[in-house]
Nanobody
Framework: QVQLVESGGDLVQPGGSLRLSCAASGSDFTYYSMGWYRQPPGKQRELVAIVYSGGRTNYADSVKGRFTCSRDNAKNTVSLQMNSLEPEDTAVYYC?????????WGRGTLVTVSS
């Protein structure tokens, strides 16, 4: 059974940093694209960052230069380093893994950016 479990969500002040991690199990994720979506309060879910199987990354314009997404294929993990956090980054962050028609999601972890 495939599982994705996020960790690292917390309350942080504006300008602060936070690192989210996602542990994937139940399959070999080497060839999967993996990354993060987020859903701010009252808004639709949006793509934050994706790291492809070859290591190439893409980011939402709103997080470019502040967030870094990385993966460790040996450990089946994907991480999101978030710096210079803004109140607009407040959201539930979801880890995902995708390969062809296979599409898996974690349950989410809450990030709140507030003073």
């Amino acid at each position: 059974q495939v599982q994705l479990v996020e960790s690292g969500g917390d309350l942080v002040q504006p300008g602060g940093s936070l690192r989210l991690s996602c542990a994937a199990s139940g399959s070999d994720f080497t060839y999967y694209s993996m990354g993060w979506y987020r859903q701010p309060p009252g808004k639709q879910r949006e793509l934050v960052a994706i790291v492809y199987s070859g290591g190439r990354t893409n980011y939402a314009d709103s997080v470019k230069g502040r967030f870094t997404c990385s993966r460790d294929n040996a450990k089946n993990t994907v991480s999101l380093q978030m710096n210079s956090l803004e109140p607009e980054d407040t959201a539930v962050y979801y880890c995902f893994a995708q390969f062809g028609y296979r599409d898996y999601w974690g349950r989410g972890t809450l990030v709140t950016v507030s003073s």
